[in-house]
């Protein structure tokens, strides 16, 4: 008799899941908050072909729809899902709900309530958000500066497919209303025709060169626009961004791979740029030093610029920062440099602030100060490093020409952790040493370096730029001890993007692409494709 209860008991107990599931509509639903964005997955049955999802925060009962191309299908290990994502999101607690749609009309009854789901705040510090800057510290691009979107603000949504006929209607000065027809074409008028508005692009999946038949998106003499990728999975495939004569421009969670020359170029006269959240993988192959490609981001005559957060997977020459402006102001914070050969950066004349940054794994030099450069080394790690730090023509680089053959510039470092330095690493500090060092040591942050102590070549001195109230920002210093955790988690794509390699089976000091274990992450890059199948527009 008991025994035929307990049968009785699992039947009812399965029905129950049953009718729940089928009530649902959906099963293995996922959800997470991100930077100023909350997404969330679910397989759905087979019959539901389309939602609608609304988001809700915490403090209100009134849920606000998602824009309809935010909702997309995707195919993984021969399983469909589904995945959405809400930008612009104060920090805070959310809640989502999604409603299946059945013969156009919404089916309440099988709709999902997510769990709460937790959205932090981006961390907008850094030159290009100084009230010093020519701007007074407006980088944010087409959103504001809390990171909602303005009522103003026109969204473009660009996939593989609408990269040349996608239409934007855009007002000019005069009242008049004209239709751009392409993405080229919208930047061109936006920038011809209004400087007033927020632009925001969105990019969903993966977009090739051969879609856009350029190689480059070009920002020139725009304002107030963000390209930002939607959701993990948004790659530029063999081509990049360059930006011209721009300010107020905004670069987020987007996977650059293979590109021709750069990743991102900010080629001259640039001003309050910020890049961040973005996945660098390498370019093209080319010859000799240009093996992994060329550079990832190339800094040249702008200044006010934040590169922040983002994750440099196995570059070649990461970032030549600087050329023929002493006013150039650049802030590198929370990167991860993954073994990434050279150029982390590479400075000239400018004055950098490099904090909070992880370094592991670099096979030639980490960061580079030439041609009347001041470099402050802040509260970073280096892990693995062959020259964590360098000056051209003295200390490790004298009479080798590991950056150039060009006269130095000056690194005050401080409060930086060195680990694991091999014996065939250098790192010469100037307690060491009173004229062959890589970096003068300050006992303090707010410490200044001395006058007297100048470059071997070139015989240029510390400008002290970062104890100058009148040109340095506000900013929060992470300890070294925490560099890693925080780096490896929040730098690149959000949730890491899709891309899932790990570069601590590579052989470190490695310039080679076709090295080992680097050699799988290039025919990973190679042979990518995306998982997106479909894209919900005007459902």
Not at 407 to 413: E, L, P, Q, V
């Amino acid at each position: 008799m008991k025994k035929i209860i307990l049968i009785f008991i699992i039947i009812i107990i399965i029905c129950f899941l049953f009718f729940y599931w089928h009530l649902l509509g959906s099963w293995n639903t996922t959800c997470g908050g991100g930077i100023e964005s909350a997404y969330a997955t679910w397989y759905a049955k087979k019959d539901i072909f389309s939602y609608h999802v609304y988001i809700r925060s915490a403090d209100t009962d009134e849920y606000k729809k998602v824009d309809n191309t935010l909702i997309r299908q995707y195919r993984k290990n021969n399983k469909t899902y589904w995945r959405v994502d809400a930008l612009g999101l104060l920090p805070g607690k959310y809640q989502f709900k999604i409603v299946p749609i059945v013969n156009q009309n919404e089916e309440s009854k099988q709709e999902i309530i997510t769990n709460m789901i937790t959205v932090k705040a981006n961390t907008r510090e850094g030159f290009s958000f100084s009230k010093h800057s020519t701007n007074g510290g407006n980088s944010s691009g087409g959103y504001l500066e809390n990171g909602t979107m303005p009522k103003d603000a026109k969204v473009v949504y660009i996939t593989d497919k609408n990269v040349n006929t996608v239409t934007l209607d855009i007002t000019k000065k005069n009242g008049e209303n004209i239709k751009a027809i392409g993405l080229s074409e919208i930047l061109t008028k936006w920038r011809e025709e209004t400087y007033s508005k927020h632009l925001i692009i969105r990019i969903l999946g993966k977009i090739n060169k051969s879609d856009i038949k350029s190689s480059y998106i070009e920002l020139q003499n725009n304002q107030g626009v963000t390209i930002e990728g939607i959701g993990n999975d948004a790659t530029l495939n063999g081509f990049g961004i360059l930006i011209q004569d721009s300010s107020n421009i905004e670069i987020r969670n987007l996977g650059f791979m293979l590109f021709d020359d750069d990743a991102i170029s900010l080629k001259e006269n640039n001003h309050n740029i910020w890049i961040h959240h973005n996945d660098f993988f390498y370019g093209k192959m080319g010859n000799g030093d240009k093996a992994k490609g060329d550079g990832s981001t190339d800094i040249k005559s702008s200044q006010y610029i934040t590169i922040s957060y983002n994750h440099y997977w196995d570059s070649g020459k990461v970032s030549l920062c600087g050329l023929e402006n002493d006013l150039n102001y650049i802030t590198y914070h929370h990167n991860w440099f993954d073994h990434s050969d050279s150029r982390c950066p590479r400075v000239r004349y400018a004055s950098v602030h490099i904090y909070n940054n992880y370094y592991n794994g670099n096979a030639f030099y980490s960061i580079g100060a030439t041609m009347s450069a001041s470099v402050f080394v802040e509260s970073n790690v280096f892990f693995d490093c062959k020259y964590p730090m360098l000056i051209s023509g003295q200390g490790s680089d004298y009479n080798k020409h590991i950056i150039s053959e060009e006269s130095g510039g000056m690194i005050k470092a401080y409060n930086n952790s060195i680990k694991n330095l091999r014996r065939d690493s250098y790192l010469i500090y100037s307690s060491e040493s009173n004229t062959q060092y890589d970096a003068y040591l300050a006992s303090t942050r707010m410490e200044q370096v001395p006058e007297h102590y100048k470059t071997l070549k070139g015989n240029n001195s510390y400008n002290n730029f970062d104890t100058n109230q009148k040109i340095m920002y506000d900013y929060t210093v992470d300890e070294p001890s925490k560099i890693e955790q925080i780096v490896r988690k929040e730098s690149g794509r959000i949730q890491g993007g899709d891309i899932n390699f790990d570069t601590n089976t590579f052989d470190v000091f490695s310039h080679s692409r076709m090295d080992k274990q680097e050699k799988k992450l290039d025919d990973l890059l190679n042979s990518y494709q995306t998982s997106l199948i479909y894209i919900q527009i005007n459902i």
